[in-house]
Each structure stands twice: as C-alpha cells, then as structure tokens.
C-alpha cells in the first residue's frame, strides 16, 4: 500500500504536466490565426442607435459601395507644376490603377490640380474589406516611380488605417518576445536559479497558448469581437497573471519546504494555503473585465471575454502545471539555493523593518502615504482624454499623417471623406444652406446618383430621402473636424429634426461619445463588482469598502501621473477615453489583487496573533512575493510600449505605474496602516472582529514578525 501511494505521488503530477505538454503543440497552432478573425475597422464596433451607423445603413439605398478613400499626392517642390510634370502624373496615376484594379470598390478620380496649381490628387475609393492587402496595395503605391520636382504622398483614410494597423504587426513576435524576456530577467534577479525561472515562464506560456486557442474559436464563432489591441492586450495580461499566480504559489511552497521534509506535504499544504487567494484574485479580474460587457462600444465588449478567458487559464495553469512541474524537481527546482528542511524561514528583514516601522507610527504612515497620493490625484482632471486623429496614433508619427499635412496646405483636408447628411426631401434646401454656414465646412453639394459625388443637378431621391456630402476644411480624423460635425449635427437637426449626419468623421465622433458613456456606466460597476467579491472571500464589510477606496484613489493618482507625463515628458497630442476606461477596469481588478494576498494572509495570522499583529507578519511575509509579482506585471504591462502606438503606450504605462504604486505604497504602507489602526473593528461583523474565537489573544507585538 505505502508503495501504491508512493507511486500515485508521482504518477499524478507527471499525467498532469504530460497533458498540458501534448496539448501545447496542437494548441499552439492557433496562437498565428488569431490576427485572422481580427477586426479593426471602428465604424463596425460601434451601437446600432449611433447616428452614424444609421446613415451608414440609409447610404447603402442610394446604391453606393462603402469605400476607404486612399490619395494620391503629388507637391510641386519649386512653384506650380508645369506640363511636363501633369503628365507624369497621369502616367503614375495609370500605373495605380493597374496596381489597384482589384482593390478599388468605385471608379477613381482623373488627376485634380490645387487652385494654386501647386499640387495634385487623385482619388481612390478602396474596398474597406481588404484586410492585409490593404497595407500591401499601400506599399506598392509609395514605391511608385516618383514625378522629377515633386513628392509624392500616399494619404487619406484608407492610407491613414494602414498604417495605424501597421502598428499591430508585432503582436505575434516582438511583443511577447519583450514580456517573456523582461519576466525572465526579473525571475533570474529574485530567485537566482537558472530552472525556476523556467518553470514559471513556461507555465504563462502553457496558459497563453490555451487562452490564444480559445479566443480564436470564439472570434471565429462570432461570439466575440477582436481586434489587434485586445488581443495585444489579451496577450499581456495572461502572462503577466500567469506569472503573479506562480510566484505567489513557489514561495509558499519554498516556505513549506522548510517546515516539512516531504515535497509531496509541501506542496499540498501550498495549494490548500494558495488556491483561495489565487481563485478570488483571478475572480475579481475575471468579474472586472466581464463589466466591460456592458460596453455599447463592440471592441470594449470583446475585450471583456478573451481577458476573463487569458485569466482564468492564469489561474488553471498556475494551479495544475506550474504545481506539477515543482513536485517532479521538488528542491532542486531552487538551486543552487535548495529551501533545507528544518531551516529558518527567511522573508527578507527589509519587509520585517518596513512592518516595524508601519505598526510604530501607524498614523505618520497613513497621513503620509494618502498624501502622496492626493498631490498625485490633483492632476487627475487635468488629463486631455477628448480622442486623438488616427493620423497621430502612431508614434514618431506616420508617412500618411505627413501626406495629410501636405494634402492640406492645397487642398481642404477633408475632401476625400466629406460629412455625409441624410435629410428628408422636402425642404433640403434649407438644409444644405444651414450645413453650408457652419464654420468648418467648405461645401456642400447634393448627391445625385449620376457618378461622383459633387455633380451639379438635382438631388437623387430615395424613399423621400436625399443625401448631401459637406466637405470639411480639416483632416477628417482630426477632433477639429469632430467639432465641425458636432455643429454640422446641431444646425441641421435645428432646420429638420429628422436629419441624420454620418461618415467617417461622424464614426469617430460618435466612438468618443460612446467611449465616454461607457466611462460613466463602467466606472461604478466595476467598483460595486469587485467590493461584493471582495466581502465574500474576507467576510467582512467594513474592510472591502476600505480596500477598493484605497485602489480608487491609487487609480486617480496613477491619472494624475500620466496627465504630467503624457503631456510634458511624452508630448503626446492628447488620450482617448477607451484609454481611461481599460486602464481603470485593469487598474482596479489587478491592483486588489496584492491586496487580496495581503489580507488572506492576514486573516490568517489575525486568527491566531490579532488584527494588528496579524497585519503585521503578513506585511513581511508576503513583502517579497508580492513586490516581484508587482515588478512583473509593471514590467509585462510595459513591454506595450515596444508597439509603436500611442493609446497601447499610454495603457502600458498607466496600468505599469499604477501595479507599481499599488505595490510599494498602497499594499505596502497605506493599507497596513489603515488596518493596524482600525485593528478589529476592520473585520466587521465577521466573529474576528470580536477576537479569534473568543480566546484571549496572545501580546501584541509593536513590530512584525514571522510565522
């Protein structure tokens, strides 16, 4: 019989890890098709009830195709372009249309000289539908054989969008390889041995793998909806949770290999110890991000399930393979620094002097700590968060924002996607002219179903319908045209209460307004989520109140921070709302998290030493594991920025320095302090906030100590 058990010890974990191992490889199949099922086109992410998405589908009666319109440049580089150069031109724009003869969904426009006779364009209406392709027609464009005297631009929208998800490329690659690497450096810093860092990595990787497979059955289901930024950050948050459960699993285990001489025990008396922290931390998260369901912007919504999905196979591999793998090397997994049975436990005297220093001057800790925080928070509303241009999303900037800058010095910088009005027949004239004397707009012309837009001659009439396009005079992604379409929106509804305006400037428009309202809905949601899960796993009321008031403030702290930093360090030309909201949804569900191991723990220590001494010697125990796993999830979060996109470094950097003033302020001074003061009374009205069972509690100590 002892036999048979002794086999079965080992029999188990090995089946365990073997499975996870064989299905890595079919698994990992899927993790390239993801981008596949990706999309990116923001007009397809927004509500129904958004006026844009109505005109978009009033549009489709006047027998028109969607198109992303993509311009062609030509800038005269000394004076107005004489014959010789216009008839290079017409060459080059044959040649694009050879290029693109697959890709367009209209007819393109003859080459359009500027008044000044400085430049020239032509239009191409390109399919929206292309997917890759676009950004491979793009490329072949800008590899035209330039005019002599001139240079030349690939502009517009559709140019625009290429380049913006141009800066997804990495996902697959470089991004992951910048998080493996960065956990890995900060592994071999805090643990010292070469294979541990090993297990840990390729228990996110096991995770990552499983979680990839799964979101592209779904996205290819349609249950979902990805994009390449929820994906990226998909793809960051499962190895970076991955990793914080694994940590928080070895050094609970290398703690009992010191009390027990049996891997075996060891690793049993860990999982009983960490599972419940692990499974209520990976819960708030997964209920945190399951909010953004209630998002009416589809991208949010997609997001909300393939970051529940990364989370909860964190949770099952750092529960499963990551336990199996430590049980078959047992203390060798630790060399050269074996945990020796029967040694003395050794949290680190840093974290005993920090506890000291919090149980002496408890309320020197809490006053100065929640005053850093409020001179952060100051900065808070100071954060523009009113959208950027798409043009302006890609660091250092992009070939098609510099064609849109060129575009503009000749033309209107919204000719190519003018404001599309939709208004009843009767009375459009009074429309039109009300459209035409908002500031912003250039001309407005009626559609007339005989070609291009712009024709002279009557209106087409549908179903009592006429449509009218409003050229703008700035880029149509810029928040200046956004303006002018808010105005355009407001004069004509006051002419005709039944006018529509959409386009592609509307789209954005109305994404921001989404954005914001889905800000407002979230917000509080998450909030009220996170403190009900939170009373459940601690019993108690008063101390999850406290605990989420405390991430709160670290959120608009963190805000403050990237309002200074983005503005005057970065010199980014603004933020977005979805921004704000992913980086609060993630701020908040992933910053409770230190805080539900530090008040495990202490619930734990309070049942056999008290409250205040209780908080105490958790606050040491857990200083190391919870400060490396803050390290790297900052550090995971960060690798973001190795994408060249501005909303993808804003998110790394919020959501890095966020984890990392949660780690070193907030769970490790703040809180302390807060419960060491409140002592009992924190507990209520669990039985702890009355003393552990009754019992006379031993003497409290005035430091920390350990277990």
């Not at 000749?410 to 459009?428: E, L, Y």
């Not at 780690?663 to 002592?679: D, Q, W």
Request: aromatic content about 6%; glycine content about 10%; overall charge negative.
């Amino acid at each position: 019989m002892p036999r048979r058990t002794s086999v079965l010890r080992w029999l188990l974990p090995a089946v365990v890890a073997l499975i996870w191992l064989g299905l890595a490889a079919p698994l990992g199949g899927f993790s390239g098709k993801l981008s596949s099922v990706q999309e990116n086109d923001s007009t397809a992410f927004l509500p129904d009830s958004a006026e844009s998405t109505r005109v978009t589908e009033l549009q489709r009666e006047f027998a028109t195709e969607r198109s992303l319109p993509v311009i062609l440049l030509w800038e005269s580089e000394d004076g107005p372009l004489d014959q010789e150069q216009l008839a290079a031109i017409g060459e080059r724009t044959d040649e694009a249309l050879r290029i693109t003869e697959d890709a367009l969904s209209g007819e393109a426009s003859p080459p359009i000289p500027s008044q000044d006779g400085e430049a020239a364009q032509v239009v191409l209406p390109f399919s929206p539908d292309l997917g890759d392709e676009l950004g491979v027609v793009i490329g072949e464009l800008r590899d035209l054989e330039a005019v002599d005297g001139t240079t030349e631009y690939v502009t517009g929208p559709g140019a625009t969008f290429s380049d913006f998800a141009e800066g997804f490329s990495g996902i697959d690659g470089l991004l992951l390889l910048a998080a493996f690497g960065v956990v890995l450096v900060i592994l071999l810093v805090v643990y010292r041995s070469p294979l541990l860092p090993l297990l840990v990595i390729g228990t996110a990787a096991m995770a990552l793998v499983a979680s990839t497979a799964v979101a592209y059955f779904l996205a290819r289901e349609g249950w979902i909806a990805v994009n390449g930024q929820s994906q990226g950050i998909a793809s960051i948050l499962v190895v970076g949770a991955a990793t914080d459960y694994g940590l928080l699993l070895v050094a609970r285990y290398r703690e009992e290999l010191r009390e027990e001489e049996s891997r075996f025990t060891a690793m049993r008396i860990a999982l009983k110890q960490s599972w419940e922290p692990i499974v209520a931390s990976g819960a708030t998260v997964i209920l945190g991000v399951l909010c953004l369901l209630f998002s009416d912007l589809g991208s949010n919504r997609g997001l909300g399930p393939i970051s529940a999905v990364s989370i909860a196979f964190a949770m099952l591999a750092a529960l499963t393979f990551l336990p199996a793998v430590l049980v078959l090397f047992g203390r060798a997994a630790f060399w050269p620094f074996r945990p020796k049975f029967g040694s003395e436990q050794a949290h680190g005297r840093g974290w005993e002097r920090v506890a000291t220093s919090v149980g002496r001057r408890p309320g020197r800790v809490l006053v100065g700590s929640l005053g850093l925080l409020a001179v952060l928070a100051v900065f808070a509303p100071t954060i523009d968060a009113e959208g950027i241009a798409l043009s302006d999303a890609v660091r250092g900037g992009s070939p098609s924002g510099v064609g849109q800058e060129a575009l503009a010095r000749h033309f209107d910088a919204g000719s190519a996607a003018p404001a599309v009005i939709i208004t009843p027949a009767d009375g459009w004239e009074d429309v039109a002219d009300a459209a035409g004397q908002v500031d912003g707009v250039s001309d407005v012309t009626p559609f007339t179903g005989q070609g291009r837009p712009g024709q002279p001659g009557e209106p087409a009439e549908v179903d009592g319908l006429v449509r009218l396009d409003a050229t703008l005079t700035d880029a149509p992604d810029s928040p200046a045209a956004q303006g002018t379409v808010a105005e355009l929106r407001t004069a004509v509804s006051d002419v005709d209460a039944d006018t529509l305006v959409g386009g592609s400037t509307a789209s954005d428009l109305d994404t921001q307004d989404t954005a914001a309202r889905d800000l407002l809905v979230i917000v509080p949601l998450v909030l009220l989520v996170i403190t009900v899960v939170l009373a459940l796993l601690l019993r108690a009321l008063v101390a999850p109140v406290l605990l989420v008031a405390t991430v709160a403030v670290s959120v608009l702290s963190t805000v403050g921070v990237g309002a200074l930093v983005f503005e005057h360090l970065f010199q980014f030309p603004g933020s977005d709302p979805q921004v704000l909201l992913i980086g609060f949804v993630f701020l908040v569900a992933l910053g409770i998290d230190y805080n539900i191991f530090l008040m495990t723990r202490a619930r734990e220590e309070s049942m056999r030493h008290g409250t205040r001494d209780g908080v105490l010697r958790a606050l040491a125990v857990t200083g190391g594991v919870i400060t490396s796993a803050g390290l790297v999830l900052a550090a995971t979060f960060g690798a973001l920025t190795v994408l060249p996109l501005v909303i993808l470094t804003q998110l790394g950097f919020l959501v890095g320095f966020g984890v990392l003033l949660d780690t070193f302020v907030v769970r490790s001074l703040l809180v302390p302090a807060l419960v060491h003061l409140l002592g009992d009374r924190i507990w209520w009205p669990s039985k702890l906030a009355k003393g552990p069972a009754g019992q006379p509690r031993e003497r409290e100590l005035s430091g920390a100590t350990t277990s």
